[in-house]
């Protein structure tokens, strides 16, 4: 993939695991190398300690990645790390509304980040699950979703792995069509239990794409990260034995976890740069 052999590729990852020890921020790293391999390119990649450090790129990026994340998405909101992130996120909005500024910056929230843009944009309620959401689930794709190149390649529905207190419900349709966004998943149906099903990706606009799950996760290295004896006991502590080895079986199927590992952040650098354009940069 070429699309101006002059210029540089600058890719931002925003780390909000807050020191925590997790293996989101291996796989997004791991996509990254691979993907830059393959396509025959060699980008600049910085990672920013959103929460622990207070660090935030500015615009001088192409792309951005935010991670998930540990804790409440909703009691941060005075946190010095939090009103940073927010407003690093309208900046975002504001390069990318700006017709002066060619290049636009494309922007990927994870989980966490994903539910912090849902509660700044006010597309949806953030809440908190009943119980802990934990293991490889089905997604089920909605109509906008065939339209989405980011998600190029998936079956419907397509599995994800997923990891989380909170979740995504309710959404604000008037504030979604005055966005410009869609909504383009939805988490599997349960008919036997009378719950909203949560909101599990949107387009937020043209330059900006989240998800509640976590594409980055890649099979080989959790399957063997989830088998540590120390792991595996807090697995079987806090979801019992039966779900580990239901998830360890799933990670291990090629049209599940692995299927989408394979697409939806290596179709999203995909469209970024294909999207950019040479020349100079105009600052906000």
């Not at 036997?192 to 606009?205: C, D, K, L, Q, S």
Request: glycine share 4%.
């Amino acid at each position: 993939m070429t699309w101006n052999e002059n210029k540089s590729v600058r890719i931002a990852i925003l780390d909000l695991n807050d020191g925590h020890a997790n293996q989101g921020m291996r796989c997004i790293r791991q996509i990254i190398r691979q993907w830059s391999e393959e396509n025959e390119l060699n980008p600049e990649v910085v990672e920013f300690d959103v929460r622990q450090k207070n660090e935030l790129p500015d615009t001088s990026f192409d792309i951005f990645i935010s991670s998930g994340g540990p804790g409440d998405p909703l009691s941060s909101r005075f946190d010095d790390w939090d009103i940073a992130w927010n407003r690093w996120l309208s900046d975002m909005v504001r390069w990318n509304e700006n017709p002066a500024n060619v290049q636009k910056k494309r922007v990927f929230l994870i989980c966490h980040s994903f539910q912090l843009a849902c509660r700044h944009f006010e597309t949806a309620i953030v809440t908190r699950r009943r119980s802990t959401s934990f293991g490889v689930f089905p997604v089920h794709m909605l109509r906008e979703a065939y339209d989405e190149p980011v998600f190029d390649g998936l079956r419907d529905p397509f599995y994800a792995v997923d990891s989380r207190d909170y979740q995504v419900v309710q959404p604000n349709h008037t504030i979604l069509r005055n966005l410009g966004a869609e909504i383009l998943c939805i988490e599997k149906n349960r008919p036997h239990v009378p719950y909203e099903r949560a909101i599990m990706a949107i387009r937020f606009n043209e330059y900006m794409i989240g998800t509640q799950f976590h594409p980055e996760a890649d099979a080989e290295g959790m399957s063997l990260h989830l088998q540590k004896d120390d792991r595996r006991q807090v697995v079987i502590e806090n979801h019992g034995e039966e779900k580990l080895n239901s998830m360890l079986e799933q990670l291990n199927d090629p049209d599940k976890i692995r299927w989408t590992y394979a697409h939806i952040l290596p179709n999203f650098l995909n469209e970024s740069v294909g999207q950019l354009q040479p020349g100079e940069e105009v600052m906000a």
